[in-house]
């Protein structure tokens, strides 16, 4: 098996897993109760990200079976980079998703920071230091956390500190 076979092997499993998970998210709103002064209800966000969800892991499924089915590389397929390469970034991105929660949940950060360092961190992590998209990926954060903390507060009246 080649690398770009397993890992469109990987992908098709993390879809199959990703939909398994959007299925128990769609039968736990199942069971909430029907909204009684809200609009949308409780329900609506655990529904809105099965759907989500489901949509994309259908996208990574097909882009899978498609290059299962390719008789062998083309010349645009990526390079295999070294597995140890690929599994630190992973552990970093890990990690760093761990501390941009524990920064939002337990160090009381406001959002629109956390999510600016936590982007600026995953934009180091997936570039192997690259400052310049580091720098990018912080004022995208920055911007991103900025209008998601505003449509929270404005529409859904829920501070994110």
């Not at 994309?56 to 882009?63: D, I, K, Q, T």
């Not at 010349?75 to 630190?88: A, H, M, V």
């Not at 760093?96 to 959002?111: H, I, K, N, S, T």
């Amino acid at each position: 098996m080649t690398p770009i076979t397993r890992r469109a092997a990987g992908d098709l499993l993390l879809a199959a897993l990703c939909i398994a998970g959007a299925a128990l998210l769609l039968a736990g709103a199942a069971s909430l109760p029907p909204p009684r002064f809200e609009p949308l209800g409780s329900a609506a966000m655990p529904r809105a990200l099965a759907v989500v969800l489901i949509v994309l892991s259908l996208l990574m499924a097909g882009r899978s079976l498609v290059t299962l089915r390719r008789p062998g590389p083309t010349p645009d397929d990526d390079l295999p980079q070294p597995e140890g390469t690929r599994q630190g970034r992973s552990v970093l991105t890990f990690l760093a998703l761990v501390a941009y929660v524990a920064a939002l949940d337990l160090g009381r950060v406001p959002f629109w920071i956390a999510t600016m360092v936590f982007l600026a961190a995953i934009g180091l992590i997936l570039t192997g230091g690259n400052l310049r998209a580091g720098a990018v990926y912080a004022v995208l954060g920055a911007a991103l956390g900025a209008a998601l903390a505003w449509a929270f507060q404005n529409f859904l009246y829920i501070s994110l500190g």
